[in-house]
């Protein structure tokens, strides 16, 4: 991962010239260009003696502390994140990096912690967009990153069962290649699939593009084994029962703060025979929106199900190399269907069948395909933005489905009102329910002279936007520190008082990524 | 409900003769009746001053402490509590039934019991068959009875997210009729759903008849008002989210030590149209085993799917009207489909076609219309044996597949040893899931001298057997004081200390039914 920038360099690039000339127009550019990697002020290292005690946990290879290494583990990929590094602000980084072997030397690091009084991040792909990885150092002696990168290991693959036990520093595709080589997939497929890691999907309870098909991933977990100051932690010994709390469900979406994930049970599928892709068109959003809450409460559902909204549809964010280009207008539906031939024509016949008799129109597969080749390009089109002083960052909520339309007008004109005319503001679905849905929002405006006061008042406006109007702060990007006072608000204060029993308890001195999730 | 017995005594009667004959030849019979009502020994009724300042808050009709109504809260309807009520040992009975109308009074009354120093027992529909209405009372100044029989309305359908919010002393039945009448049901129907509670299904984790085709009922809740010592707890706004650890999940399985479920969010779905049952014979429980797990996996599922072990079959303990009779031989299956027209022929053809091509030979709807009709009549066999000295209970687990066989015959093993031969274990699997699923036995034997002591040990052999082989010790029944020992081995003492933590926070004087749950 690039440092100030996603992903891979080699990806990155200029904005295309359709897509130049409709932001230049409508917002306006300047070149903003980062600051040069050595340029950015990290934090200490830390002190000699306590790197001598952390070698000797680990081992001296795997303690680091030079500028690079550090510059890397230095917060997330939020756009503040961005702006901050972009203009040379390392104040976040750790004072060193870890690199535990087992789920022994993770133990004996959060001991050294406790007893050190040192601050503990875990850092798994580093894809955190709500501030997860910037923890509290005021009050303790430093700050160290746990990185997970050498738990890199599929231990074990239940083809009876359908689970796998994955190590949690294994990011995405290398998941994928070691769970393809036995013939299942996880089917998760966030935009941040790239980078990010199991560990960090689970404790932040990330949901993928084919949740239709496959579920969110703390629907795909059903076994944890963590690392906490009182000891090991393990869960999971069945798909689901009657054994009291589901402490599971209260690892999920801990984001590191009870602990450190050191392995997780995941159910798998067999890899699909059969993955094509589709478009469609909707006259507008509401139709669209229809058109999926009757696919979901019908149980009738591709693997992907995507709606963008008039204003994201006109741009084609949906197709990050075409934005800016020609837009058939409507709104735009992809479909996506994996799984054997017969699973695919089955799904394919029944949901076609149901999108045409609700108003859709069959655009055929060049969309969809279009869609599936550039699905993990967008934060790329982020960085082109920034260059040319453009602020571009999402957001997202979910809610019932009587309360969706409200939710998106009502964050909609929050962020409008915020930002100011000559603003955009998109917005797409993508995840579904029964009983209700994600909105997704994609917003760009002309970079202020202070970016990151002028974002934080239109995150501030949208998000209580989404929390006084009944809806959660948040479907799949977790807390961190960014989404903490609102999700105070939005479990009232005895729900964080339960958050914080656990967290005292099993943290009685902090050190786990303190100033993160808990209010 | 009958105070010594199973449900409406209308139902109830003395053993059919083909059953009478089988259980006094095999295992042998004795005339054990109960004692008269009269003369079972209650608690001393709650000191008159507490009583007149509960009257203060709930009016004084709705403070009861006559014997007839203290009889019918003690316990629940497990077959140790059947056996220690028929002996005349009501110990457990409340001093007081309390029957408050609203929320407001539910917060207050746990307030006074605060100041009071009063155990509370929240009371839906008293069905638990873990001990879990059985409050310790070493230490209160007494125990009362929080009785939910007012809690009974429908409070909202939400037609187009399909959600519906319930109150949690409206039993099953009632609860069906209310969303009935709206077109909507819950599609919720375990054994107990004639008695059992809204409320007691959420904090029990509860798991009906039809989970394949509806999902067990903690699927079913997207929302949950809770009242507590520290105010009130409002949780769920979506369907899922990423906002921290999800604490509903913490709320169901809590039955009543974190607080008092006030009100019940659920999702519903269209009245079914047609419902039809069938049933399958397999040659033996592998067979049947590997068919139940092909339909999980492939996402071919019936409404309804249970399967009888060879011993189960035998006895035809699936139409308890039937048990003794004839038998088919090799293993029993039940196949249910309920929904539109459209939706139950699809599903009842893949299904068909599948359990076919795995050496199921169809028997048509007979066998599964006798299983629908007598599906609730399971506990009312119970009473009859009990009356006779035979001792009657289930027990029920839940693993992983690849453990499943395994654990089958390790619990089998454990109980057989601990009562002996001349005992009957019979087992049925009722509740799948894609990499696993439950296990549910029957045991029968003839009462030992100290029945109580007798099941114990077994209980104990088989707990033990299940939660050292890896399985959960309760797939739905929840855990109570029964499984408590079980459940701190399950968890570990990490995930102990997390519940203690929760206690101790929301309910730090320890009033809310002690003794349950929490190791």
Redesign the interface.
Known sequence: MHWSRWGDPAEAGPLAESAFALVDGFIGTSDTPAVDPADVRLSEPLAADLLAELAEIVGPEHVLTDHDTRLHRTRGKSTPDMLKIRMGDGSDSPDAVVRPADHDEVIALIGWCVRRHVALVPFGGGTSVVGGLAAERDGFAGVISLDLIRFDKLIEV?R????AVLEPGLRGPAAEALLGAEGVTLGHFPQSFEYASIGGFAV????GQSSAGYG?F??LV?GLR?A?P??????G???????????????????GTFGVVTAVRV?VRPVPVVKTYESWQFAGFAEGVTAM?TLA?S?VLPTVLRLSDENETAINLARPSEVGGESAGGCLMITGYEGTRA?VDAKRLAVTALLTSLGGTALGTEGGEAWAAGRFHGPYLRDSLLDVGVLAETMET??????LDHVYTSVKAAVTESLGEGSLVLCHISHV?????SLYFTVATKQADDPLAQWAAAKAAASAAMVRN??????????GRD?KPW?AE??????V??????K???DPTGVLNPGV?IP
């Open positions: 239940d009876t069962s359908m689970t932040t309870r990330s949901s969110r703390d629907s059903v963590v906490t009182l000891g090991t932690l393990e869960l010994n069945s798909p689901a029962n009657a054994a009291g709390p589901d402490l599971r469900e209260l690892v999920m979406g801990s984001e159910r809450r409460q149980g699973a979910v809610t019932f489905w009587s309360n329910y029964e009983t209700g849905a009944g809806a959660s702060i948040t479907h799949h990007h977790a807390v989404h999700l939005e479990i009232g204060p005895v729900g008082e339960m958050l914080r029993a656990v005292q308890r099993l999730l």
